[in-house]
């Protein structure tokens, strides 16, 4: 049962190119997500290709000269910009990339207790300290005082003390050592098997494939495939859109081959396909234009050619 | 904390002596090379009446047939043992007209840097949370008009339309002419004192302003309004808890690095006004060589602009926890302990 479901989903930007004219750029096109309560989903994909956009367009704080389309559902309902407002922080929690996204005049202790939408917010922050095994110290520090680790758990607190049912952390390993790496991604499977919904935005598939249920991937700001996590095996013959087989190849421990060429830029988006100009199965149909997204054997593609 | 502000208000210190001694020396060597000659500037107008040999004693009992070096020696202990000579001018010992002119303008100057302060923060925050709309582009039209505006003439506009035209305040001085000084009450010194602290403050707005609209603008694309956004925090409370800090700061810090600017601004504030305070007293020792009274001014201005950006660096210290706190992993070396 999908808790937040993600249809269509544009996003572009209104541009100043030279003088006064005005450009509209699209990052994110025809996008589908859809969260389930007790299952991660992981969205993968290189940078620039819209993970954080899709992350900042659902809690609704893209900047004013954005602009989006298509429909987002919470719970069943229509997910409009006034109920984005009332839901995050409460329903909906952000667990950012790094320690700027804590304010640096804070101290960290207040900042998670800030976050706590009901209940006594000093017993939560310390039971959340707790759990990610934060000394009574940390309370009392500034955001500049802590290490990479601590950060991490500490942005978490502020997820896990608004007691949201929906999780979307953003970029949260990189820059941390392997052990550190494991504990954090483990605390999002506890949350997943707490009853909540994880969206895990990752550029690091490894990690995204030792947690997640479901893979999504991302490119050039659409989602060309979601497939279970079984299917990234072997040469990834399971795989159904040329791209995710050619980023499963990339990888070191598989054939370690990469694709040449590099993701379009949103100001020129080739008219048909997305992946059309670095795709081995390119057909002229491929050029007409943009496929749809498709069900395949348990998973969704879009690709035409994809069998 | 203790020690690293004793050891830091000791580096100040050191740097302050040194200040003081080149800006002296400096200062020392200029007025020596000028045109003044400090006993025509003595005996003023009765010049005719003394004899070539009755000004060669003048100069040597003065110590001028010394040479450059010892001269300075001897104003420099004079200086240290708190003898700051006596005005030509005034007939009065420096220390003295300096502390009362200062009286002067340190009301005047606190007036206008507080309004200044205060306004301009206010009108900075407004213009960035309303970034691009009209209510922005008029205050930094304003902000812009002002910084371009020399003090003079600002001083000059505003004694027309509201002394010359309006009627509602007088035309200059600290009091009213033909008053027994017993006879002025403190309305008539807070009447004349409205006009020069509000050109001086108009223009110290547009500073503080402009830079508070920048760093506002730069705090509310940060990522950690971002994410505070993204926790439900929103208008009033998102600005109370997380913009105002970040923003007064720099603000407070940039305001008390502007002494100079203020003095400078007073020096022609109070000219224009006719205005008794520090800034009258320096052009009025300039132009007419009372160097006693110019030294003791240079000294005190270097003083007051000194202790200005001190008090900025001390605010930073104290209230930044990034410059407080020391590195990074104090927390562990705490705990070491």
């Not at chain 1, 952000?94 to 804070?106: A, E, G, I």
């Not at chain 1, 758990?153 to 941390?176: F, Q």
């Not at chain 2, 920048?214 to 694309?221: A, E, P, R, T």
Request: a positive charge; hydrophobic letters at 45%.
């Amino acid at each position: 049962m999908s808790i937040l479901e993600v249809k269509n989903l544009s996003v572009s930007f209104k541009q100043y190119t030279t003088g006064m004219k005005q450009k509209e750029l699209q990052v994110i096109s025809d996008l589908n997500v859809n969260l389930e309560a007790g299952k991660i989903l992981a969205v993968v994909g290189a940078s620039g290709s819209g993970k954080s956009l899709l992350a900042h367009a659902i809690l609704g704080v893209l900047p004013s000269n954005a602009k989006i389309s298509g429909s987002m559902t919470y719970a069943g309902e229509e997910l409009t910009y006034s109920r984005k407002i009332a839901l995050r922080g409460k329903e909906i929690a952000l667990v950012p990339q790094s320690v700027n996204y804590l304010d640096p005049l804070m101290k960290v202790g207040k900042q998670v207790r800030t976050s706590v939408r009901s209940g006594d917010p000093a017993r939560k922050q310390k039971e959340a300290f707790e759990r990610y095994h934060l000394t009574q110290k940390v309370e009392e520090l500034y955001p500049f005082q802590l290490s990479g680790g601590m950060a991490r758990r500490t942005l978490l607190s502020t997820a896990v003390v608004s007691g949201a049912k929906v999780i979307i952390a953003d970029e949260p390993t990189p820059g941390l050592d392997p052990a550190v790496m494991k504990e954090a991604l483990r605390h999002f499977r506890e949350l997943a098997d707490s009853g909540c919904a994880v969206m895990l935005i990752t550029h690091d598939i490894d990690s995204a494939l030792s947690i997640a249920d479901e893979i999504a991937v991302f490119y050039a700001g659409t989602t060309v495939e979601i497939a279970p996590v079984a299917d990234f095996t072997g040469k990834g013959e399971a795989l159904r859109h040329p791209y995710s087989k050619a980023l499963w190849q990339a990888l070191p421990q598989n054939e370690f081959i990469p694709l040449p060429g590099t993701q379009p830029h949103a100001s020129s988006l080739p008219p048909g396909c997305l992946f059309e100009p670095r795709c081995p199965w390119a057909t002229a149909a491929c050029r007409k234009g943009r496929p749809d997204m498709r069900e395949l054997r348990e998973g969704t593609v879009r690709c035409i050619h994809a069998t | 904390m203790v020690k690293k502000l004793s050891f830091f208000l000791f580096m100040k210190g050191i740097r302050m002596a040194t200040l003081l001694v080149a800006i002296c020396f400096i200062f020392f060597l200029l007025v020596k090379n000028s045109p003044i000659d400090p006993v025509q500037a003595y005996i003023g107008a009765d010049m005719l009446n003394v004899g070539p040999e009755q000004r060669a004693k003048i100069a040597a009992y003065w110590g001028l047939d010394q040479p450059v070096g010892v001269q300075f020696m001897n104003w420099g202990s004079a200086i240290l043992s708190g003898d700051l000579g006596t005005s030509m001018i005034y007939r009065r010992p420096v220390a003295d007209i300096i502390g009362e002119r200062f009286i002067n303008s340190l009301v005047l100057m606190l007036t206008a840097w507080v309004l200044s302060g205060v306004i301009g923060f206010i009108l900075g925050v407004v213009a960035a949370m309303k970034k691009g709309t009209w209510l922005d582009r008029l205050i930094k039209g304003y902000c812009y008009t002002l910084a371009s505006t020399p003090t003079f003439w600002m001083g000059l506009l505003v004694l027309i339309v509201f002394a010359v035209w309006l009627k509602w305040f007088p035309v200059g001085m600290g009091v009213p002419a033909g008053v027994l000084a017993e006879d002025v009450t403190l309305l008539d010194r807070i009447k004349h004192l409205i006009l020069p602290a509000i050109t001086l403050s108009i223009l110290g707005v547009a500073n503080v302003a402009l830079h508070t609209r920048q760093k506002m603008i730069d705090v509310l694309q940060s990522d950690y309004i971002l994410f505070a956004r993204a926790r439900g925090e929103r208008g009033i409370v998102l600005f109370w808890r997380h913009g105002l800090r970040n923003v007064a700061l720099p603000a407070i810090t940039l305001q008390f690095a502007a002494f100079s600017e203020l003095f400078g601004g007073a020096v022609l504030a109070e000219q224009v006004f006719s205005y008794p305070g520090l800034g009258q007293a320096t052009v009025e020792a300039g132009v007419r060589g009372d160097v006693p009274l110019l030294l003791g001014l240079v000294i005190f201005s270097t003083l007051f602009v000194f202790i200005g950006n001190l008090i900025a660096d001390l605010i930073y210290l104290v209230l930044d926890p990034r410059m407080r706190g020391g590195n990074r992993y104090a927390f562990y070396s705490r705990r070491k302990k």
